[in-house]
């Protein structure tokens, strides 16, 4: 079985480690993820991780929260470390070798976010974790991933969500919806269809980074996109 793409950058959401809880990690839902990623290394393929931080943390509204947003959006940096770690411990433990780096210094307990180190990395056949976004409050987790996998020439984005891919509609609200195969950028943009935030989406787009939108919570998943299955929907 031979990959389509030789070097991933895998997104995934805070809110999709809390498995059936209402906050925090299910050890159950990492340890699988670990498995579906160990499954596609074993194939060569290079795995870089990009976690948000939903599950401990949402930046919310001033208004709401008292917090301000520059200082919320610092707040949820830190979550999306501790996620990190918590991914890093799972993949460790199905013996897998892995890095964590912090854009935000924390040298204590994830490396400092430097370009040529982590593409190293990579090619010794290592999953490097990036954390704590950006670095910079007003970016999502979202941008961080395109930006993280332009930095490091990744072949594709496999955003990993709730759904199996972009519908017209959401699905778990409207059951008219169908699902598109792939589609472009532009028509996403026409049709306001919310794959990521319009940062993170106007990067790909810029750089011709294609994005593919799949269910990460369905087993073998992520090796049937990695060897070019019809799963999700591509976004190029």
Do not use: W
């Not at 949820?76 to 411990?89: E, F, K, R």
């Not at 007003?138 to 891919?165: P, Q």
């Not at 919570?217 to 976004?235: C, I, S, Y």
């Amino acid at each position: 079985m031979l990959p389509k793409y030789k070097r991933i950058l895998l997104k995934l959401s805070g809110e999709s480690l809390m498995g059936n809880k209402n906050f925090g990690l299910d050890s159950e839902v990492i340890s699988r993820y670990a498995q579906d990623i160990k499954s596609v290394i074993e194939l060569g393929v290079q795995v870089a991780i990009v976690i948000g931080g939903g599950n401990i943390y949402r930046g919310m509204n001033e208004a709401e929260s008292g917090i301000e947003r520059a200082q919320g959006d610092y707040m949820g940096m830190l979550a999306t470390v501790i996620n990190g770690m918590a991914v890093q411990s799972g993949l460790e433990k199905a013996g897998i070798y892995t890095r964590l780096q912090s854009a935000i210094k924390m040298e204590q307990i994830a490396e400092p976010y430097i370009r040529r180190r982590a593409m190293r990395h990579l090619e010794k056949g290592r999953v490097v974790i990036f954390g704590a976004g950006t670095g910079n409050p007003y970016f999502t987790t979202d941008t961080a991933g395109s930006l993280r996998a332009i930095e490091i020439k990744a072949d594709v984005i496999l955003k990993g969500t709730r759904v199996n891919g972009i519908y017209t509609a959401d699905p778990e609200k409207d059951p008219t919806a169908t699902k598109y195969e792939t589609i472009s950028f532009n028509e996403c943009i026409q049709k306001n269809l919310k794959v990521m935030d319009m940062t993170a989406f106007t990067l790909c787009m810029e750089n011709n980074l294609p994005i593919v939108v799949f269910d990460m919570n369905t087993e073998g998943n992520l090796l049937k996109v990695v060897t070019g299955e019809k799963v999700g929907t591509l976004v190029s």
